[in-house]
């Protein structure tokens, strides 16, 4: 009664105690993840994290994938702004959707849309993400950054079978097209097309 759920895939563990330096929290059965930091937690328990002033215990259930944008006062800022999908790989498939629109006005009911669903398959070689698009609503141009959380070796990054090239992560930002990995993070980040597309993680 004092932990909740944040749609499908975050459990939010907010801190009621004065002064808590750790938080016990039940995870639902299955894999979860710490949203900050990445720890693994396997659930169907409770497990223990520590906890700090600054600090919001967030878990994501592994297989995820999470949309995100700077903080934006109204739609009509959204423009151009850059498309972050987050993802914890699982060991089945896992998928996850996005829908957008114009943000104002009834267009999306004549279609002015877009529904993307990403598809995340472990394979021989590594992980394959398929992104799918439906809809005829296309956002502003704008870059999008894959971040997947990523251990061990990485040899190569295909999108639509051409290979990206490493980039610093220092200079991925101001990239056109690149990857980087960096503090348990793959990050590939690529123009946004709006349509549908095939990212091959290999090891």
Not at 108 to 119: E, I, K, N, S, T
């Amino acid at each position: 009664d004092d932990a909740f759920l944040f749609g499908r895939e975050l459990l939010v563990a907010p801190v009621l105690r004065e002064g808590a330096e750790k938080r016990r929290a039940y995870l639902p059965k299955g894999a979860w993840c710490e949203l900050e930091g990445g720890r693994r937690h396997e659930g169907g328990r409770d497990v223990v994290v520590p906890v700090t002033l600054d600090s919001l215990p967030v878990f994501v259930r592994e297989g995820a994938f999470l949309f995100r944008q700077p903080v934006l006062q109204h739609t009509g800022e959204r423009h151009g702004k850059t498309l972050t999908v987050q993802h914890w790989p699982a060991a089945a498939p896992s998928a996850g959707e996005l829908y957008e629109d114009e943000g104002d006005g009834l267009a999306y009911r004549d279609g002015a849309f877009l529904r993307r669903r990403f598809v995340s398959r472990p394979s021989r070689m590594g992980l394959v993400v398929e992104v799918g698009a439906e809809g005829t609503y296309r956002p502003a141009p704008r870059a999008m950054e894959l971040k997947v959380r990523w251990d061990g070796s990485l040899r190569s990054v295909l999108v639509g079978g051409v290979e990206a090239p490493p980039v610093a992560p220092s200079d991925l930002a101001s990239a056109p097209r690149g990857f980087s990995l960096a503090d348990g993070w793959l990050t590939l980040r690529i123009p946004d097309t709006a349509g549908p597309t095939r990212i091959e993680l290999l090891r």
